[in-house]
């Protein structure tokens, strides 16, 4: 891999729903900079017990996947995975239903020790100490630059859901209101005190079901409107 980051790290995975349920659409998973898609198995198995396949996938096999898959198909995307997301589904606005866009990155930033990267992706410990004993994760490879054609995504017609923590030093939730301003049918979630992998967070539970309300609301129009609205008085 060069200096500059242009393709996540990436090994194959997947996730399916329990046999007795039908299928409800497929989620392909393109991890961010120093990350392997087994990261986000937490994340996989509570879609797929929603109803949704999910997939690891490369930008570059995205689009053969996609149209292999029962749809509606979804790419979901964190860190530098996300600006990959963006990019494909504008290149394939016919293979793709939508995107996740998960603490989107920005420019690199500063080489720090282990355990300040680790409580700059998460302040989950179970994910921490996850992360900590992975030898197929990659420590360090937040302070890699960010491909200069990433950081400029082509638009993108579909509808795009972006998630960003609030207190995320990694790449400051000012760029994710941004980016969501700048799309036409984005939806944007803030995670309060939520750090740069917001999928793998202390608050994981409520974003996965985020996540899984939009896939839902997704499948029924694609203008992706509220399918339950809560009133309080």
Known sequence: MTATIGTPVVAGARWDPPAAIAVRG?????????EHAGVYDRFGRRLAADGYAVRSATPEAAPSLAA??????VLAGSDTGALHALAVAAAHPDLFAGVIAAG????????VGWEEELAARTACPTH????????????GALALPVAADLLAPAPV?????????EADTVSPVAGARRLAARLPRAELG??????????????????????????ERLRAGADVTPILTVHTH
């Open 26 to 34: 497929t989620v392909l998973v393109l991890p961010g900079r120093g």
């Open 68 to 73: 292999a898959a029962t749809g509606p198909v």
């Open 104 to 111: 989107v990155a920005a420019e690199g930033g500063a080489d």
């Open 128 to 139: 921490q100490a996850r992360l900590t004993g992975d030898t197929g994760f990659r420590r």
């Open 157 to 165: 017609a579909v509808p795009v859901l972006v998630l960003h923590g």
């Open 190 to 215: 803030t995670v309060r005190d939520g750090r740069h992998d917001v999928l793998n967070d202390a608050t994981h539970r409520t974003v996965a079901a985020h996540v899984v309300q939009w896939l």
